[in-house]
């Protein structure tokens, strides 16, 4: 079995992973999808982050959603979208993100400034009509450390909870990796990348090959933190032991759990 498919396997088991939402839920009705044709260009980084919006619709509607992103395009009109899944609806769904009055983490955290979160969050442009903005210091940490956190979200995962254990160990991780490039991104927005991320097939897909090109010493650290994010609890299971063990074959060339 390869990395990808035991990766595959994860997922699989691990479902539809949504914790509880920090408030009430408020759908129209009559909620259907909005027609927004978009370019097929990706203009930030969407890796199946999971949080939650109060979204204003075209009617003036206002509700509240959590919502994985998989892609961030743009419409004909020039405007940001989100696209994913609602899991209130159980369906895809386009967001324009000028249309997103708050965003909020499952821990109840607040986010007014939406622009600013989603720049955070995915790398977008910080102006929803994407102007061009200076390049901040967290996006190249972002970047540099958005395939380990690939890896650490997807054992951590697997048993269907993110530990505030596992959260840890892995943010411990990717600072460390941060700095080693000369970069020192606040901690705090390194542990709220990891609790949103939500792995997908074509993000794991995208960090192996990632992960090809990052010196050998960092990856041996990958795998050392992969092993201590599943230690973290106290527990090993098969789905997070055969995880680890496929990607080290795969990048070292043996199993080390």
């Keep these: 079995m390869s990395f990808l498919n035991a990766?595959?396997?994860?997922?699989?088991?691990?479902?539809?992973?949504?914790?509880?939402?920090?408030?009430?839920?408020?759908?129209?009705?009559?909620?259907?999808?909005?027609?927004?044709?978009?370019?097929?260009?990706?203009?930030?980084?969407a890796e199946g982050q999971s949080f939650m919006i109060e979204y204003k619709d075209s009617k003036g509607r206002i509700s509240t959603r959590r919502i994985t992103v998989w892609g961030i395009k743009r419409n004909?009109?020039?405007?940001?979208?989100?696209?994913?899944?609602?899991?209130?609806?159980?369906?895809?769904?386009?967001?324009?993100?000028?249309?997103?009055?708050?965003?909020?983490?499952?821990?109840?955290?607040?986010?007014?400034?939406?622009?600013?979160?989603?720049?955070?969050?995915?790398?977008?442009?910080?102006?929803?009509?994407?102007?061009?903005?200076?390049k901040e210091a967290w996006d190249d940490a972002r970047d540099i450390i958005r395939p380990h956190v690939q890896i650490l979200a997807a054992v951590s995962l697997s048993d269907h909870v993110m530990q505030e254990c596992e959260i840890s160990v892995g943010t411990a991780h990717c600072?460390?990796?941060?700095?080693?490039?000369?970069?020192?991104?606040?901690?705090?927005?390194?542990?709220?990348?990891?609790?949103?991320?939500?792995?997908?097939?074509?993000?794991?897909?995208?960090?192996?090959?990632?992960?090809?090109?990052?010196?050998?010493?960092?990856i041996s650290s990958l795998i050392t933190a992969a092993v201590a994010v599943m230690d973290a609890d106290g527990a090993r299971h098969q789905e997070e032991v055969e995880l680890i063990n496929q990607l080290s074959e795969e990048l070292l060339g043996m199993p080390v759990a």
């Design 175 to 218: 600072l460390a990796i941060a700095e080693e490039n000369g970069l020192k991104p606040d901690t705090k927005k390194i542990r709220a990348f990891f609790k949103r991320v939500r792995p997908t097939e074509k993000s794991l897909l995208r960090t192996c090959d990632d992960l090809r090109s990052c010196p050998p010493h960092q």
């Design 76 to 134: 004909t009109a020039n405007h940001v979208l989100l696209y994913g899944k609602c899991h209130e609806r159980k369906a895809d769904r386009s967001f324009r993100a000028d249309r997103i009055l708050t965003c909020f983490d499952y821990d109840g955290e607040v986010h007014e400034n939406v622009e600013q979160f989603l720049k955070d969050t995915f790398g977008m442009p910080a102006s929803f009509e994407l102007k061009q903005s200076p």
């Design 7 to 45: 990766a595959r396997t994860l997922l699989d088991i691990r479902g539809d992973i949504t914790p509880p939402p920090p408030r009430d839920i408020v759908l129209p009705c009559d909620d259907l999808p909005e027609e927004e044709p978009y370019e097929q260009n990706d203009v930030g980084t």
